[in-house]
């Protein structure tokens, strides 16, 4: 087999490991990065986009005052009950290092609007990227290619080759064959979560999570198996955000999504959205917001019903429906409304969906902006009808909804939803140089990780964590691989 000789070798072409490969080679290192997908982007480019961060311009532009330690004594506040079982000193890492990440997002092209507020943040500290997440990914590959890392997809890391319990290097599956890189100073696995990995969720979740899909099909935990056949341990495998009901994509790319992330085009928007009056954005968010978002729970709570298919209910909508979800046909279901629920969802408190501090989705939203998941009818029959369901078994299950029977039409179906994970938390026990720890807690020589396949019982809660520690915690490993520590 052919070797070629690296001094890095970063492993996953998402946010964190972008961030470890442009670090690695800005400090002389010659750095390979490898991406099993034949595109970059993992979760990073699924993300809504939010950065939480204290110290930014965005803050000093409208007189925040904020710091780091502020920011690190208010996360617990997000994780509740969960607080101890946090890794402070990583947590200290992330908070002290972000402002000055934040600032390099920016030098790389990045662009921001914001802050947001989000409690218990003391302070508005939640940045959401522009036009749309794809962004990190075209700025900071664009950065990558420039410093001269070199990035080849469709790669998969199969195996890490260990001399001496040192790495040597990685073993990766290509279409032409398995080919082997050396990695003279280190290895930084930033290969993402396992959302997709069925025996990872069956181990550390349950049975019926293990059922569960995942929004990014391809985060298979190939970091975090790797390296637990190297001694390595994952904590905080049993949490994550999901299962949760969440509406299908649309099948065909919304404007927002379609949009190229250009600078100018950031800029302008961001100009935009501190300028237009809200009437004329409105439009244009919207269709941000209508991809793949969570129905809000208290459309069950005010007594809109979810069946499946066949139109049957299947249980309580008010206990947990997304882990039941994924045993009926098709793994679908339908969120149907009567009259008197679509003239409550249509305006402030009772929205549809949101995306975090940007706007709320109401029922006229989604009428507008995803006909593919809105059907209305004045009768149930008709409704039942449209979506090809059994027109009694719908009457059934309208007259024995959660909260009250279904009322008077016009009816509505939202949907087809699913149930996904959206991010598993479940991350490589890492030191403060982002080595991973073997069996015995020593450090695997040679063997780094990052985001999140190396988030070492870090508890990310809230909006904005979790990027900010892929693009922190990426480019401390790169930072630190290239060093050879
Ligand atoms: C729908 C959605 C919305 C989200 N919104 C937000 C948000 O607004 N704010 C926030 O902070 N977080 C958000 N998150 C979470 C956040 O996106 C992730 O935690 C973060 O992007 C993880 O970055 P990463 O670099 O660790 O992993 P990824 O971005 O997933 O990158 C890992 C890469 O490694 C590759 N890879 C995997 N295995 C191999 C292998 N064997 N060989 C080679 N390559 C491999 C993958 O294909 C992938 O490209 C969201 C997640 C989702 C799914």
């Given at each position: 087999m052919n070797v070629l000789e690296f001094d890095v070798v970063v492993v996953g072409g998402g946010g964190s490991g972008l961030a470890a490969a442009i670090e690695a080679q800005t400090q002389g290192a010659r750095v390979l990065l490898l991406e099993k997908n034949d595109q970059l982007g993992g979760s990073t480019a699924w993300s809504i986009g939010s950065v939480t961060s204290t110290g930014t311009p965005h803050q000093r532009r409208i007189g925040i005052v904020d710091n780091p330690l502020d920011h690190w004594a208010d996360m617990p506040g997000f994780a509740g009950n969960l607080a101890d079982r946090d890794n402070a000193e990583l947590r200290?890492?992330?908070?002290?290092?972000?402002?000055?990440?934040?600032?390099?997002?920016?030098?790389?092209?990045?662009?921001?609007?914001?802050?947001?507020?989000?409690?218990?943040?003391?302070?508005p500290r939640m940045h959401n990227v522009l036009p749309n997440s794809r962004s990190f990914i075209y700025h900071l590959s664009r950065r990558a290619r420039r410093v001269g890392v070199d990035i080849r997809t469709g790669h998969q890391l199969t195996q890490i080759i260990m001399q001496e319990g040192r790495v040597l290097g990685v073993e990766a599956k290509h279409a032409s064959g398995l080919q082997r890189f050396n990695a003279r100073r280190g290895v930084v696995l930033a290969?993402?979560?396992f959302t997709s990995s069925e025996e990872f969720k069956a181990r550390f979740m349950g049975a019926q999570e293990a059922k569960v899909?995942?929004?990014?099909?391809?985060?298979?935990?190939?970091?975090?198996?790797?390296?637990?056949?190297?001694?390595?341990?994952?904590?905080?495998?049993?949490l994550a955000l999901g299962p949760e009901i969440r509406f299908m994509a649309p099948t065909t790319e919304t404007l927002m999504r379609r949009l190229p992330p250009w600078r100018w085009l950031a800029v302008f928007m961001a100009w935009a959205i501190d300028h237009l009056p809200g009437v004329i954005l409105r439009p244009f968010m919207m269709k941000f917001l209508t991809t793949a978002l969570a129905p809000s729970t208290s459309l069950f709570d005010m007594g809109a019903i979810l069946v499946n298919q066949m139109g049957e209910r299947f249980g309580s909508e008010l206990d947990k429906p997304?882990?039941?979800?994924?045993?009926q046909p098709n793994k679908l279901a339908y969120?149907?409304?009567?009259?008197?629920?679509?003239?409550?969802?249509?305006k402030w408190p009772h929205f549809i969906s949101t995306a975090p501090g940007i706007a709320y989705a109401y029922i006229e939203d989604y009428k507008v902006n995803r006909r593919d998941a809105y059907r209305e009818d004045e009768?149930?029959?008709?409704?039942a009808n449209q979506l090809g369901m059994d027109a009694n078994t719908l009457q059934k299950s309208a007259l024995s909804g959660p909260v009250r029977p279904l009322g008077k039409g016009p009816f509505v179906a939202l949907g087809p939803v699913r149930s996904v994970f959206v991010h598993?938390?479940?991350?490589?026990?890492?030191?403060?140089?982002?080595?991973?720890?073997?069996?015995?807690?020593?450090?695997?020589?040679?063997?780094?990780?990052a985001g999140s396949t190396g988030?070492?019982?870090?508890?990310?809660?809230?909006?904005?964590h979790h990027l900010a520690w892929a693009f922190v915690s990426g480019r401390r490993a790169g930072k630190f691989a290239a060093k050879g520590l």
């Amino acid at each position: 087999m052919n070797v070629l000789e690296f001094d890095v070798v970063v492993v996953g072409g998402g946010g964190s490991g972008l961030a470890a490969a442009i670090e690695a080679q800005t400090q002389g290192a010659r750095v390979l990065l490898l991406e099993k997908n034949d595109q970059l982007g993992g979760s990073t480019a699924w993300s809504i986009g939010s950065v939480t961060s204290t110290g930014t311009p965005h803050q000093r532009r409208i007189g925040i005052v904020d710091n780091p330690l502020d920011h690190w004594a208010d996360m617990p506040g997000f994780a509740g009950n969960l607080a101890d079982r946090d890794n402070a000193e990583l947590r200290r890492i992330l908070c002290e290092e972000i402002p000055e990440t934040f600032q390099w997002l920016l030098d790389s092209g990045v662009r921001f609007m914001g802050p947001m507020p989000e409690p218990p943040h003391r302070l508005p500290r939640m940045h959401n990227v522009l036009p749309n997440s794809r962004s990190f990914i075209y700025h900071l590959s664009r950065r990558a290619r420039r410093v001269g890392v070199d990035i080849r997809t469709g790669h998969q890391l199969t195996q890490i080759i260990m001399q001496e319990g040192r790495v040597l290097g990685v073993e990766a599956k290509h279409a032409s064959g398995l080919q082997r890189f050396n990695a003279r100073r280190g290895v930084v696995l930033a290969a993402g979560d396992f959302t997709s990995s069925e025996e990872f969720k069956a181990r550390f979740m349950g049975a019926q999570e293990a059922k569960v899909e995942a929004v990014n099909m391809t985060a298979t935990g190939d970091g975090q198996r790797i390296a637990e056949s190297l001694g390595a341990r994952v904590l905080n495998g049993d949490l994550a955000l999901g299962p949760e009901i969440r509406f299908m994509a649309p099948t065909t790319e919304t404007l927002m999504r379609r949009l190229p992330p250009w600078r100018w085009l950031a800029v302008f928007m961001a100009w935009a959205i501190d300028h237009l009056p809200g009437v004329i954005l409105r439009p244009f968010m919207m269709k941000f917001l209508t991809t793949a978002l969570a129905p809000s729970t208290s459309l069950f709570d005010m007594g809109a019903i979810l069946v499946n298919q066949m139109g049957e209910r299947f249980g309580s909508e008010l206990d947990k429906p997304a882990l039941r979800l994924p045993d009926q046909p098709n793994k679908l279901a339908y969120i149907i409304l009567d009259k008197d629920l679509c003239e409550k969802f249509a305006k402030w408190p009772h929205f549809i969906s949101t995306a975090p501090g940007i706007a709320y989705a109401y029922i006229e939203d989604y009428k507008v902006n995803r006909r593919d998941a809105y059907r209305e009818d004045e009768s149930l029959d008709g409704l039942a009808n449209q979506l090809g369901m059994d027109a009694n078994t719908l009457q059934k299950s309208a007259l024995s909804g959660p909260v009250r029977p279904l009322g008077k039409g016009p009816f509505v179906a939202l949907g087809p939803v699913r149930s996904v994970f959206v991010h598993s938390e479940g991350g490589l026990l890492v030191d403060h140089h982002h080595h991973v720890l073997g069996a015995e807690g020593q450090p695997i020589e040679g063997l780094f990780a990052a985001g999140s396949t190396g988030q070492g019982g870090l508890l990310l809660k809230g909006h904005g964590h979790h990027l900010a520690w892929a693009f922190v915690s990426g480019r401390r490993a790169g930072k630190f691989a290239a060093k050879g520590l």
